[in-house]
C-alpha cells in the first residue's frame, strides 16, 4: 500500500491531541471514498451478521406506530400502516430503532474524538436561524411522506437495496436525486 | 450474537462513519445539488460498490447466502412519487433521516428540527394513510432485481455499476474543480 493511501485513512483515526488547548481546531473530514467504503463494510458486515442492511425510516415509522398505539391501541391496529409494526415484539423493539439509537451514539462518539461537537444551527449564509429551522422541519415532514410512500429512505432504500441490485431501490435513487435538483433552484437562497 | 446489541454495534459503526465523512453537516450536504460539493454522492456510490462487490464474491465463494438477506421490495409508482417528495424534502432540509440523527448527535439543532419533521411526516401520513392505501400497494414487484428486470447475468450488472461508478467519480472531481 502506498503512503499515499494511508494519509488518507488519518482522517478516520481517532485524535490524540484532542482537548490540549481550547483552541484547538476541529480535525478536517475524511477522504470521501475512503468514508464511502468504510461505509460499504459496515453495510456489508450488516448484510453477514445481521441478514439485513441498514435504515432509518423504519425507526421513525416504528416509534410513530408505538405513539399512535399508546395513544390509542384500537386506532393502532385499524391503521393498515401501523397496524404491520405492533406484532411480534412491538414497536419499541424495532431492529431499526436499536440501529438508531447505535447512529446517534456511533456519531457522537466520532465527532467527540475529532473535536467537532458543538452546539449550532448550520445554514446558509442568506438564511436566517428561524427561516432554517422552519425548512429544517417542513423538509424533514416532506420527506417522511415520502418515505412513507416510497416504503424507505437513503439508507434502507438507496443504500442498501442499491448495492443488492433491487430495482426499486434504484428507480427510489434516480427519483430522489432527480427531486432534489429539480427543487435546488427554488430553494436557493437557503444555502448560496 | 444477540440481535439488538448487534443493531446497536452495527449503528455505532454506521453513525461514525457518516460523521467522519462530513455528513452530520447540512450545508456540506446541500453542496451536492449545487455542484459545489458531491461528497454525498462519491459516499454514497463508494459505499454502493463496496457493499454490492463484497455481497457478490462473498456468495460467490459460499460465505454469504445472499437468498437469506432481506432485498428491499419494488413498487414502481409509489417508488418513483415517494423518491421525486423524498429528493425536494432532501434538498430543503439539507439532510436525509439518517444523516440528520448524526447532525442532531454532534450538537446540530437543524438536526434536531429534521428529525422532529421527519417524524411528523412519517406520522402524519401514516394517520392519513386510508385514501393511500391503493396507491401505495399498487404496481408491485416484489423482490425485483436489476438483472432479472434486464435479463441479465447478476456478475455483468456488477460489472456495469462499477463502471458506472468509477467514470461518474472522475465527472465529478472535475464539476467540483469548476465549482
Not at chain 1, 68 to 90: C, E, I, T
Not at chain 1, 97 to 111: D, K, N, P, Y
Amino acid at each position: 500500500m502506498s503512503e499515499g493511501f494511508w494519509k488518507r485513512f488519518r482522517g478516520l483515526e481517532v485524535s490524540r491531541s484532542r482537548g490540549k488547548s481550547a483552541t484547538a481546531r476541529p480535525q478536517a473530514y475524511a477522504d470521501p471514498y475512503v468514508a464511502g467504503t468504510c461505509l460499504g463494510l459496515v453495510l456489508l458486515a450488516s448484510f453477514v451478521i445481521a441478514g439485513r442492511g441498514l435504515g432509518a425510516s423504519g425507526a421513525f415509522a416504528s416509534s410513530a406506530a408505538g405513539l399512535v398505539a399508546a395513544a390509542s391501541p384500537a386506532r393502532a391496529a385499524a391503521n393498515p400502516y401501523f397496524a404491520p409494526y405492533l406484532g411480534a415484539g412491538g414497536p419499541w423493539s424495532e431492529w431499526l430503532l436499536f440501529e438508531i439509537a447505535g447512529v446517534v451514539l456511533g456519531g457522537f462518539l466520532s465527532a467527540l474524538a475529532a473535536g467537532r461537537l458543538r452546539a449550532a444551527i448550520e445554514r446558509g449564509p442568506r438564511l436566517g436561524r428561524g427561516s432554517r429551522l422552519a425548512c429544517a422541519f417542513g423538509g424533514g415532514a416532506v420527506m417522511g411522506i415520502g418515505a412513507v410512500l416510497a416504503r424507505g429512505c437513503t439508507s434502507g432504500l438507496a443504500l442498501t437495496g442499491g448495492a443488492l441490485l433491487s430495482a426499486g431501490s434504484w428507480l427510489f435513487m434516480i427519483a430522489a436525486f432527480a427531486g432534489a435538483y429539480l427543487f435546488a433552484p427554488m430553494v436557493r437562497k437557503a444555502w448560496r | 450474537m444477540n440481535p439488538f446489541l448487534a443493531a446497536v454495534a452495527i449503528g455505532i459503526a454506521f453513525g461514525w462513519t457518516l460523521e467522519r465523512a462530513g455528513l452530520g453537516s447540512a450545508p456540506k450536504l446541500a453542496g451536492q445539488f449545487y455542484f459545489t460539493d458531491l461528497t454525498v454522492f462519491k459516499v454514497m456510490f463508494s459505499a454502493i460498490v463496496t457493499a454490492m462487490l463484497g455481497a457478490f464474491w462473498l456468495s460467490r465463494l459460499g460465505i454469504l447466502d445472499l437468498s437469506q438477506v432481506y432485498v428491499p421490495e419494488t413498487y414502481l409508482l409509489p417508488q418513483l412519487a415517494g423518491g421525486l417528495l423524498f429528493g425536494a424534502g432532501f434538498v430543503i432540509a439539507g439532510l436525509c433521516p439518517g444523516t440528520s440523527c448524526v447532525a442532531a448527535a454532534t450538537g446540530r439543532g437543524d438536526g434536531a428540527m429534521v428529525m422532529l419533521g421527519m417524524f411528523s411526516g412519517v406520522l402524519a401520513t401514516g394517520l392519513a394513510f386510508a385514501p393511500l392505501c391503493h396507491f401505495y400497494e399498487s404496481t408491485a414487484r416484489g423482490p425485483l432485481v436489476l438483472p432479472d428486470l434486464l435479463h441479465v447475468n447478476y456478475g455483468v450488472i456488477v460489472f456495469a455499476v462499477v463502471g458506472m461508478a468509477l467514470i461518474a467519480f472522475q465527472f465529478a472531481e472535475r464539476l467540483e474543480k469548476r465549482a
